[in-house]
């Protein structure tokens, strides 16, 4: 065999020699890839042998070498040998790992310890055996069963920089032969192999340390630290005949060990069993007693998230034998010392609160916890190989090593050989920081050379460092929200300010950036996930307060970090007094905090928004770097921005000054878009080559501008006076008509040259674009300049165009937000900003599958296309429906695209799912409704333009994007989910839930209503399983009722499980009282510090419900709930929910909360007004969407993406003093029952159905806020200002209605219902409250109430006495009352009536009346009056109405008289929303309406 090594190698490393020296390039800056292999494979009996030529000092670890059977021409070869996998043997100090698994703790030489000039060598025997030799000597057998052919594997790995290849010799041996040498060799072990029992603890000459570099001192330290009695550590070569032996009396986990402990691998591993379901009763201890001056080490093989706490270790003077073993160690009171956390446990009780920097609580997988009892007594725990200094004194001589595998611990291994592999890469983040010259350039500045601020390498789990140290950011911000800390390289100096710019921002989470300083050396400092919750030494701004050591000193505290923007700038400093001072956009927010001591480093917790972020200082800012780094692949600094492929094109750093550019160079974004319509221009990150194509995707659009997107090239010649034009040299004008040299351009359909039109009437027209579209350009070999909508060449649109190009992209107009699509290069809006506050509109690509189609049978006016996926309405603006062929599946879209309009129509599109069979309808003119909204045969669910409707009768406003702004090219389709809901999307944006309790059975339906003429499907369905392929159980057509009913079983189970356990938590806030067995939670005293929690995660899909029990009028305010992430079985509850700021939803008064930011407002009823009784529930769906239920009603989507598991939480706060759990009816939502209706729905939905016609629903008077809404007390407050008798009003104040937003959404009011013989729609006077009128009692005998029609009359309150005392509105002169002369009226408690211009009662005698407070509720028909408040001393605004019933036929429909151009109330139609009577005796007042404001 050669001895060479093969060519291909580690990407840093370069074979020279004639291939038989391997260099590892970057020696000081990166610690490995740095691998080589044999040429062939080893022959039987060959040793591949190399000498080391070159180490150097910067890092632990060194030289690792061993076989693999992978072939080195098809290897992808990872970072290190450990890597290797697939049958690979590898020796790693002194251990054998087989596929990157330690196989073998203490084998032969310890190869970290070998010099320059030793050889080191790897042979495969013919019976499969693995040899290490070292300097010519055999270390004896290392692994067995190795395959036939393996190649030789070195790695350059840490200290190791450089190798030679100095043989592949044949070793003819025979077993015996060798098994006696072997044997010779062992029987001759050198006495000088001892233990050092010295850890040294200084650099003073006694040690034997002078001279030696800092990184050779810390090293020995650990390795003489960690050697037990196996090795003898040298920083020359090994003595030959050196050895290490195995001890016979190792140390091991003792036999006898907590209840729920499996100890496996001869007693080395002990495992917790049922860790999701116990998190104690894991106490194991070692074998025997610890020597003085012996390491005991673990390595943490296991952890689970759904606990807290964590490993605990210490030592304990109980002898295993004859110790009854407690559920915690901490539970033992005498003999025993423990680390918990960061503190020390004696007996049970802290002794130390802050024993050390790091946190057992915040230890990850792969990391070592040691603990060593010295011969003085003194007992020393170990993190990682770093000593946590004195724990305790004067131990007792008798100690065993004890570990509690509590809370998140499920697995550990003692670690025999301290200097493994896996802690030796932790422990090289350690050396970055020791050595000044890694990773980091020297600045001149003048003779003297400036030690730059830069980001320290040892950064948080899910943060790196780029641009050599001056960047940090988070690579994959959208899956994670904290992890983010790192810290500066050094310490700050006084008045030193060191001050950071935001880069990058994600708008998926709440919080970002926090910054300030601490006295941890990054060095050492076991990161936390977020600064605040280390607990010594910091002091942070977070938000716009400041904390210290976790805990809140100054609430309000300058500008709001959390509203920063990207470009923004936040620094800190501390001052020569010892104060600290933050900077927001370079201004000083003032004194933070005093006394801050010396030698503080800065540090940055990139958390929640905040993404990326680079230090600013006197030296010119490197750009932002191209892309997010691949948190997996192991990165030089320095080398960041080779890592781009060549072909990989972005958009370039530099900019128009309104745009942003983010997703890592792939999308360009103009800001301020409703505000700013230019100043975005965005180029290429390079000129594009001949025949590629520059493609983008516009992604958002908005309708405020005429003009939309202009695409551009520009010349940039490699030679003579054009380089000014180089994006780097451009001083870029705010639009690219701009630029009058070297442009070619398309706006609109012109062609552009210099600024100059020299083509008009191209093939497209760029202003005709919508949101979704894709546009690119490429330049031909033949110098032709092309674009392409779409996919699709639209020709040449100019000639002769030179070679080199840049792409620019002109944000202009309409168009705001774009992402290049071309190449490999896929569409990821996950770095997105957080100023954009409109939806983006991603285009939807349809799984590949079947196309869905329309049925045959549609509406009369329908004429399908293209195979059935195409409709359109040959005739009219009606009988447009059409069905989809087939049913949905859950899950499933269907998505149709508008392909023509015809402006001439009002009305538009609804779309929405139906439980009639398309096959069941008549193939006659009268089979369908000519309107979906008249289509009642069976259940239909649609949305018309915002409102939702079932069978035509209106459930909610304002849903969405408005169907009513559909145009040529937008795409509407509906889903129905999982969980029995059903969603609308738009542009394939998820307008959220728009009905829930959906039948199984549904088929999209679609009506090409108005002015949608024609559409097409663009989406398909899932492939289909052949029938033999399909289960018998699921989508068949055959499934029986018990099918049906075995799938929802387990929900059913599920709930009865969860009904049956749930309860309060124990942990709760201070002045809470549990009761009824853990169900009921009452506040003891004051007005807060009533937190509480459930003790069980709430499971997906089941309703949590709590009744409100006691209210006290005394306080403000009242109960929010909501649900948090963390379990809270230890947390520590502050005063008010409000103050959770990690992983927290709460919904508190009518908004949403998370992690105490504002993110939704408007939501739901005002949680203040719900009265006593009131029923409230939290619901998290499939989905992750959290849902309040209000008395049985859902309010509709509060939050996304919910974790799991999640536990509600419950503030009783203000004037709730008590709750109880509701457990009698704990439902699954989604399955059968899932919603329950009262009797006034039942007779609603009859009304609807027909079926009642005379039958009147009303909303159910018991339910009653009046005793806590506001608003009604602040209207009942004007009344009693008014000069009116009680004798007018009913004394019954159950029968005064507020519908105020929260009132109204309490009791489940729809916005219409219908009344009268025949019935007639009316409104319900939202906003408005209503104090209800004695009643007549000749009227109760006519049945006046349900016979007549309901409206509404405006009216001023100088009128209203006057119409009190005739009972109707017509007075007995026969004058309208309405429009009587107004007499300037005073009343008492000071407030006075404007004056008005109106018309002399001779003039008009009719009555104006209408169906809807929207229309009479105007000012000219309620004249506004302003009165001062007794009760709050504020002025207000009032106006007043009638509520009146009028007899049917006795008034005339008629238009609006007010002028108005746009549609007063979507029900009515414009032209008949007033009504006019002249008849007497045809009203009765039915209530007085007051509205203030």
């Known amino acids: 065999m050669a001895a060479e090594f093969h060519q291909r190698t580690g990407k840093l490393v370069v074979l020279l020699n004639g291939n038989r020296t391997a260099k590892r390039n970057k020696p000081t800056e990166e610690f490995n890839h ?91 025997t013919a019976g499969g055996e693995l040899h290490l030799w070292v300097n010519g000597r055999d270390c004896g057998v290392a692994a067995s069963g190795l395959p036939p052919q393996v190649w030789g594997v070195v790695d350059l790995y840490g200290k190791c920089t450089q190798v030679t290849v100095v043989g592949c ?94 100890l496996s691998n001869s007693n080395k591993t002990a495992e917790r069993r049922r860790p999701l379901d116990e998190f104690n009763n894991g106490v194991v201890m070692t074998n025997r007693p610890l020597r003085d001056n012996e390491m005991f080490e673990i390595r943490i093989d296991k952890l689970v998230d759904k606990w807290s706490g964590s490993i605990e270790i210490g ?69 990682n190989g770093i000593d946590q200094g004195v724990a305790a004194t004067q131990t007792l001589p008798t100690v065993y090593g004890v570990v509690d595998l509590y809370g998140m611990a499920v697995k550990v291994t003692i670690v025999h050989n301290h200097n493994h592999s896996d802690r030796l890469r932790r422990n090289n983040a350690i050396m970055r920081a ?172 990139l958390y929640g928004q905040a993404a990326q972020a680079t230090i600013i200082d006197d030296i010119d800012l490197p750009p932002l770097p191209d892309d997010s780094l691949d948190g997996n692949n192991q990165i030089s600094p320095c080398s960041l921005f080779s890592l781009t492929p060549s072909n990989d094109l972005r958009f370039h750093h530099l900019h128009g000054n309104n745009a942003v550019i983010s997703n890592g160079g792939r999308t360009a974004f103009r800001q301020n878009c409703r505000s700013e319509f230019n100043d975005a221009i965005v180029m290429s990150s390079r000129a594009l080559r001949e025949g590629e194509m520059f493609e983008i995707l516009i992604q958002k659009m908005v309708d405020r501008w005429s003009g939309s997107i202009e695409a551009v090239n520009i010349e940039t010649p490699p030679y003579l006076g054009v380089t000014a034009i180089r994006p780097e040299d451009l001083e870029f004008p705010s639009t690219m008509t701009d630029i009058d040299y070297d442009t070619w351009m398309l706006s609109g359909t012109a062609i552009m040259q210099d600024g100059n039109t020299m083509r008009n009437n191209y093939g497209c027209d760029l202003d005709s674009l919508t949101t979704g579209s894709r546009i690119g350009m490429m330049r031909s070999l033949n110098g032709d300049l092309h674009y392409y909508i779409n996919g699709v060449d639209q020709g040449v649109a100019c000639s002769g165009l030179p070679p080199e190009l840049y792409a620019v992209v002109d944000l202009y107009g309409q168009c705001v937000q774009v992402s290049i699509t071309s190449g490999s290069l896929p569409v990821d809006n996950s770095l997105s900003l957080s100023n954009v506050t409109e939806k983006s509109f991603p285009a939807h690509s349809p799984a590949p599958g079947i196309a869905h189609r329309f049925h045959a049978n549609c509406g009369k006016n329908v004429a399908l296309q293209s195979d059935g996926c195409r409709a359109v309405r040959v005739h009219g603006f009606s009988h447009g429906i059409v069905f989809s062929i087939k049913e949905l599946r859950s899950d499933e879209v269907f998505e149709v695209k508008v392909d023509e309009i015809d402006e ?46 079932r069978n035509g009768t209106l459930q909610k406003q304002n849903y969405g994007c408005s169907l009513e702004r559909l145009t040529v090219g937008n795409r509407v389709g509906v889903k129905r989910g999982g969980d029995d809901t059903m969603h609308v999307f738009v542009d394939g944006v998820d307008m959220g839930v728009a009905a829930a309790g959906i039948a199984k ?43 049906e009913e075995e799938e929802l079983a387990p929900c059913e189970n599920e709930a009865s499980v969860f009904m049956a356990t749930i309860e309060f938590m124990e942990n709760h806030g201070r002045n809470i009282l549990l009761s009824n067995e853990g169900h009921t939670a009452t506040r003891v005293a004051s007005y807060n510090q009533g937190v509480v929690a459930s003790a069980q995660p709430l499971p997906r899909q089941l309703l949590f419900k709590i009744q409100i029990d006691r209210l006290n009028s005394q306080w403000t305010s009242s109960l929010s709930l909501g649900v948090i992430g963390n379990c809270p079985e230890r947390f520590n509850f502050p005063g008010t929910a409000s103050s959770i700021k990690r992983s927290a939803w709460l919904i508190q008064r009518d908004s949403v909360f998370h992690n105490s930011l504002k993110i939704c407002d408007n939501y739901g009823p005002n949680l203040d007004t719900c009265p006593e009784g009131t029923v409230l529930g939290l619901l998290v769906d499939n989905a992750h969407a959290l849902h309040l239920f209000v008395n049985g009603m859902d309010q509709g989507v509060a939050a996304q993406d919910i974790p799991n598991p999640c536990f509600v939480v419950i503030d009783l706060y203000g004037q709730c003093e008590q709750v109880t759990i509701v457990t009698n009816d704990v439902m699954a939502i989604g399955g059968d029952g899932g919603h329950l209706r009262c009797q006034g729905d039942l007779e609603k939905a009859d009304v609807v159905d027909g079926i009642k016609e005379n039958l009147c629903w009303t909303p159910p008077p018991e339910v009653n806020p009046m005793k806590t809404c506001e608003y009604q007390a602040l209207c009942a407050r004007f009344k009693e200002l008014l000069p009116l008798p009680d004798g007018y009003f009913n004394e019954e104040l159950k029968c005064n209605l507020c519908y105020c937003e929260s009132c109204h959404k309490l009791r489940g009011d729809e916005a219409y219902y219908k009344r009268g013989d025949p019935p007639k729609d009316y409104a319900l006077p939202f906003g408005w409250c209503r104090f209800a009128l004695r009643l007549n009692p000749r009227c109760e005998v006519a049945n006046v109430y349900k016979k007549w029609h309901t409206a509404y009359h405006g009216t001023s309150v100088g009128a209203l006495r006057r119409a009190l005392d005739h009972g109707e509105l017509v007075s007995a002169g026969g004058a309208s009352i309405f429009c009587s002369k107004q007499a300037k009226v005073e009343l008492q408690n000071g407030y006075n009536e404007p004056e008005e211009n109106s018309v002399q009662e001779k003039d008009i005698v009719k009555v104006n009346l209408s169906p809807t407070m929207r229309y009479v509720g105007l000012d000219r028909f309620c004249p506004k009056i302003q009165f001062k408040d007794l009760k709050s001393q504020r002025h207000h605004q009032a106006q007043v109405a009638f509520q009146v019933c009028v007899r049917p036929g006795s008034y005339k429909v008629g238009p609006q008289s007010v002028g108005a151009s746009e549609s007063i109330d979507p029900r009515f139609s414009n032209n008949e929303i007033e009504w006019v009577t002249k008849e007497r005796a045809s009203t009765v007042l039915y209530g007085l309406l007051i509205r203030v404001e």
């Open 34 to 124: 740095g691998l080589a292999m044999s040429q062939e494979a080893l022959g039987d009996g060959q040793v591949f042998q190399v000498r080391i030529d070159r180490k150097v000092n910067s890092w632990s670890g060194s030289i690792e070498i061993g076989v693999t059977a992978l072939d080195p021409n098809t290897l992808d070869f990872p970072s290190s040998a450990t890597g290797l996998k697939g049958g690979s043997w590898i020796i790693s100090g002194c251990s054998v790992l087989r596929d990157g698994r330690s196989v073998l703790e203490e084998y032969g030489q310890d190869l970290d310890q070998l010099s320059e000039g030793d050889k080191v060598g790897i042979q495969r």
């Open 169 to 262: 010799d044949n070793v003819f041996r025979r077993e015996e032969t060798r098994r006696a040498a072997t044997t010779e060799e062992a029987l001759n072990i050198p006495r000088s192999c001892s233990r050092p029992d010295k850890f040294p603890n200084g650099l003073e000459s006694e040690n034997g340390f002078v001279g030696m570099e800092l990184s050779d001192v810390v090293n020995n330290a650990i390795l003489t630290a960690y050697s037990g009695s196996l090795l003898n550590v040298s920083l020359g070569s090994p003595l030959d005949g050196g050895c290490s032996v195995t001890s016979n009396d190792a140390l091991l986990f003792h036999e006898k060990c907590g209840t729920l402990i499996k």
């Open 315 to 383: 030592i304990t003077m109980h002898n295993p034998n004859n110790l009854d073993y407690p559920a915690t160690m901490t539970n033992l009171r005498s003999g025993t010392i423990m680390m918990s956390g960061c503190g020390i446990l004696t007996n049970g009780k802290g002794t130390r609160r802050e024993y050390c920097e790091f946190s057992l609580d915040e230890l990850q997988e792969g990391d070592h916890i040691g603990l060593m009892r010295k011969s003085s007594g003194a007992l020393h725990f170990y993190i």
């Open 434 to 605: 020791l050595s000044p010259d890694v990773g980091r350039r020297v600045f001149d500045s003048g003779d003297a050379e400036v030690e730059r601020l830069l980001f320290h390498p040892n950064c948080g789990q899910k943060a790196a460092i780029v641009c050599d140290g001056r960047t940090a950011l988070r690579p994959h911000a959208t899956d994670d929200f904290n992890h983010g800390v790192v810290l500066s390289n050094r310490s700050l100096r006084s008045n030193e300010i060191f001050q950071v710019r935001i880069d990058k921002m994600v708008d998926k989470w709440a919080g970002s950036i926090e910054i300030g300083v601490t006295t941890h050396n990054p060095a050492y400092l076991q990161l936390p996930s977020t600064m605040t919750n280390l607990r010594s030494g910091t002091w942070m701004m977070t938000g716009n307060g400041v904390m210290h050591n976790g805990t809140t000193i100054l609430d309000e505290y300058g500008h709001n970090l959390d509203r920063l923007k990207a470009g923004d700038t936040v620094g800190v400093m501390r001052k020569e007094d010892g104060s600290l001072h933050f900077f927001v956009n370079n201004v000083d927010q003032g004194l933070a905090a005093s006394n801050v001591p010396s030698n503080v480093y800065a540090v940055v917790d």
């Open 904 to 949: 001439q129509w009002s009305g538009s599109l609804h779309i929405g799912l139906t439980t009639l069979q398309p096959s069941d309808v008549p193939c006659t003119s009268s089979g369908l409704p000519p309107s979906l909204l008249e289509l009642r045969s069976k259940v239909s669910w649609l949305v018309s333009g915002s409102e939702i409707r």
């Open 1001 to 1043: 059975n549904v088929f999209a339906v679609v009506d090409l209503y108005g002015k949608v003429v024609s559409v097409s499907i663009v989406s398909s369905s899932a492939l289909e399983e052949t029938e033999s392929m399909k289960p018998p159980s699921m989508s068949s057509d055959s499934c029986s009722e018990e099918e």
